[in-house]
């Protein structure tokens, strides 16, 4: 998503001048002088770049550096204020050229490795034509990779496109994908088809579903197998294992399918139980 760690140094730099140390008296109780930010300021707008060209930009309601083992800088509603206005981050690769953005109520930056955690209505998006736009309730962005969490909605446009649902999602560089723990992709290429598995990983138009699949396509046909891999440049479906397919006065068990992007045209390799179909 970034191709450059982020700047948090400069960062520091350019927030220092207007932060300041909370007051030690009158903290509040349980809270330690350890627990304050070294720095923090209010509506902070920051911009970073170098040699010219643009690092990252911030729009947020407050912004708090912490100095610690691992430094890390928070930005989100102020102390007390729960209706703050949410953050918004863009990223820029090595070239300056806008490579991201993310948007959270609550996003923390690490030096370190250059990751932003964000929390709350989190959004991130990769820009590009294997892009993503990701919605879920945390994520993480490391890098060129998205990995977001908790009820999870991604749209991937590379390959043909594919709206998926899941209750984990990361996106690697290139747009290849992984949805997990129960996954629903809608197909938005040749297939115009919903699968759903356990797991599904797709890249460059190849999607592979596993886990108690079921793939639903138009006209009320649908395909189950344990393992189900969809091709957008050749526009078929294949089930290298034992499958059952349902349609319209069509019933069929057996190994080895292959069907097209609507499931209206299939073979397989053998049949292992009842093949019924009614003209």
């Given amino acids: 998503m970034c191709h450059a760690r982020l700047p948090l140094v400069l ?3 350019a927030v220092a001048s207007g932060c300041t140390r909370r007051a030690v008296e ?19 707008r920051l911009r970073t770049s170098a040699d010219g060209r643009p690092q990252l930009e911030i729009d947020a309601p407050y912004l708090a550096r912490y100095d610690r083992d691992t430094a890390f800088v928070y930005l989100g509603p102020p102390p007390g204020d729960a209706t703050g206005a949410p953050v918004s981050i863009r990223l820029f690769d090595a070239a300056g050229a806008p ?15 250059g990751r ?22 945390r994520l993480t962005v490391e890098g060129e990779r998205v990995d977001a969490r908790g009820d999870v909605r991604a749209e991937v446009l590379g390959g043909g496109g594919a709206r998926v649902r899941a209750a984990r999602v990361s996106i690697a560089p290139g ?5 997990s723990g129960g996954a629903t992709v809608e197909l938005s290429g ?17 999607y592979q579903a596993t886990g108690r699949v079921r793939v639903a396509a138009s006209g009320g046909r649908t395909l189950e197998a344990e393992r189900v891999v969809w091709s957008e440049s050749a526009g078929r479906f294949t089930a290298p294992g034992a499958f059952a397919f349902d349609g319209p006065g069509e ?16 073979s397989f390799r053998r049949a292992t139980g009842q093949i019924e179909v009614r003209e």
């Avoid at 932003?116 to 309730?137: K, L, P, Q, S, W």
């Avoid at 019933?251 to 299939?266: E, F, I, K, Q, T």
């Fill in 175 to 179: 747009g290849s994908f992984t949805a």
């Fill in 251 to 266: 019933r069929v068990r057996g190994v080895g399918l292959s069907a097209s992007a609507d499931l209206s045209r299939y």
């Fill in 11 to 13: 960062l520091l730099v």
């Fill in 26 to 44: 009158g903290l509040p109780p349980g809270v330690a002088v350890e627990d304050l930010p070294d720095s923090e300021s209010w509506n902070a």
């Fill in 116 to 137: 932003v955690e964000a929390e709350g209505d989190a959004r991130a998006t990769v820009a590009g034509e294997d892009g993503a736009v990701v919605n879920a309730a």
């Fill in 190 to 206: 040749r297939a115009q088809a919903t699968v759903r598995a356990q797991t599904v990983t797709g890249a460059g138009g190849r």
């Fill in 99 to 113: 490579s991201g953005s993310v948007r959270a109520r609550e996003v923390r930056l690490f030096d370190e490795g």
